[in-house]
């Protein structure tokens, strides 16, 4: 082989690689999309019991594959909206629904991967729906997986008879070939961090006449498995220690499963080769038979599992709260309102704590914290969503007038911790882009004034916090105390940023100095905007809790009678006038 063509197999087989993980990523994006909240709902779903989480998760494990699937997981566990406990049978549910989605690749549809692509281009391009171009995106995605396994197919058919000599040690007839072959296709699933592609590299090679027999492939499916673990091992870095776990689990699991899909070897060799004269059809069946071999016992014995996982892996780091918005309190209005001003309280929490990491990684460029910080603000996105989707089952009982109007305010409340998340969140970034500009050091002088100003800030996000309490009986005092020290802050905020402006004018700073320093105080300005907001929420006079009503269950809300359509030409005449706007 010279060395033009090596270099044309090497980029062709990397190109139809390329082409089958975007392929996967566009069509599970495209399906992400299409299915909108219902996949949230179909997660929070998964706490019921055992047997809806596994089938919950398996749903969702087609749809996104197993590895975006843990990280989901691990995302609900950090916002503590979901236990360890429950994460378990959702998790083996979407290594099983990853299986079923190869099941669908199996079919040898590569001839029409140009039709696929055209479909779902022209759904994409033409429609005005927002749901059929995600559906027409997801096409596209699903035939560039066949034209990239096609693509490496074509690449590795010439040379087969090389790639099998290659391959020889790393077939299933042996145990050296078993266990060499799976760690190997650890190694690859973890760099490329997608067990579908490598299973689809392995149906590329049937397709070429590499492998003859599926026991070629068994050790790589099974590598795969564990590889795919990478994913959520990463994206829990930061995370609380209950979610950092939920990711040990989806890997032991795994690694558990390997093992005795090793020896039991010879059975689901035999098994896949009874089940069906193709090859790749053999491959995607031994692959679903593993996964669901493996679940059957995990499922059965998922609270011992949770409670192994923790004893193996001990913290002395307390677990922050879990969350208060419990679904079964729904019929009782009263009380899902109290546990949605604790819930508020929660994230509020949440926030003061990233609020205060900002500070510290000024001087410490802890990237650790930062990390921390990055996870805080998606589980405040989540929890954010999740009041939302509260709220909205709560205006389906009959509620009071007051508790109507609360639920708005508490909405609205959850809006502005949300926004202040978001500006912790930039806070975070404008340390990390100020540490790489040389010219951006701060004097003691400079930073002092900074200091100030976030402990003026801090006292108003904890006075927030005291404020976020159920059992206080006035609200209304408490939201003028907030207000007080915002003023305090304001008079703080306005004159650091002249002592600022002083400074640059008479050129004993440099300008990005003052670019850096207006950047932080608007940032920090926003935050006490948004619980300046939150403040005079709760004075309003139907801002509080009716202790006699807590164990008063509500019916359901009466049928609304839907006003008749209106004439949107009414309103777009009124628009279009001269005189308007």
Known sequence: MTASTLMFLVFSIAGGLALFIFGMNVMSDGL???????????????????????VMGS???????????????????????????????PMLGANLGTTLSMQLVSFKLGDYCFLIISAGFILDMVSTNTK????????????????????????????????????????GNSLSGLIMGTLMATAITAIIQSSGAVVGMCFALFSAGVFTSVEQAYPIILGARIGTCATALLGSIGAITDARRSALSHLLYNI??????????????????????????????????????????????????????????????????????????????????????????????????????TLEVIFTKSRRD??????????????????????????????????????????????????????????????????????????????????????????????????????????????????????????????????????????????IIGVYFSEYTAALDRIVKHAKMIALTEKQPYFWIKRQKLQKMADEAPDIQLPPRVDAHDFLDQLHSENYL
């Open 59 to 89: 749903i969702l494990g087609t749809l996104v594959q197993s590895s975006a699937t843990t990280v989901m997981l691990v995302g609900f566990i950090n916002a503590g909206l979901m236990t360890l406990a429950e994460s378990v049978p």
């Open 132 to 171: 059929i171009k995600n559906i027409g995106r997801s096409l596209m995605g699903f035939g560039l997986i066949f034209l990239g396994m096609n693509t490496m197919s074509d690449a590795i058919k010439p040379h087969r008879e090389l790639f099998a000599k290659i391959l020889t040690s790393i077939q």
């Open 256 to 357: 558990l499963t390997t093992a005795a899909a090793i020896a039991m070897a010879p059975l689901l060799i035999r098994f896949a080769e009874w089940s069906s004269h193709d090859l790749i059809h053999q491959a995607a069946n031994v692959n679903t038979a593993v996964a669901a071999i493996g679940a059957i016992p995990f499922l059965l014995f998922s609270p011992l599992y949770a409670r192994f996982i923790t004893l193996l892996t001990p913290s002395k780091i307390q677990q922050p709260q879990p969350s208060f918005l419990d679904k079964q309190l729904i019929d009782f209005p009263e009380k899902a309102l109290y546990a949605a001003i604790m819930e508020l309280q929660r994230v509020s929490r949440i926030c003061a704590r990233s609020l205060k990491l």
């Open 370 to 511: 930062i990390k921390t910080i990055k996870v805080n603000e998606n589980v405040v996105d989540e929890i954010k969503r999740s009041m939302k989707d509260y709220v909205s089952a709560l205006t389906t009982r009959a509620l009071s007038r007051r508790q109507a109007i609360l639920i708005q305010n508490l909405n609205r409340c959850m809006a502005d911790i949300e926004r202040i998340g978001d500006h912790i969140d930039e806070l975070c970034d404008i340390t990390t882009r100020r540490h790489k500009n040389p010219n951006g050091r701060f004097s003691r002088d400079i930073l002092q004034l900074l200091v100030d100003l976030y402990e003026g800030a801090a006292k108003v996000l904890h006075l927030v916090i005291e404020s976020l309490d159920p059992e206080h009986s006035d609200f209304q005092a408490l939201a003028q105390s907030i207000l007080k020290a915002r003023d305090e802050y304001t008079e703080k905020s306005l004159n650091a940023k002249s002592a600022m402006m002083d400074k640059v004018a008479s050129h004993e700073v440099p300008a």
């Open 32 to 54: 992400r999309l299409a299915a909108g909240s219902s996949l949230r709902a179909v997660l929070s779903k998964a706490t019921r019991n055992r047997f809806s989480g596994i």
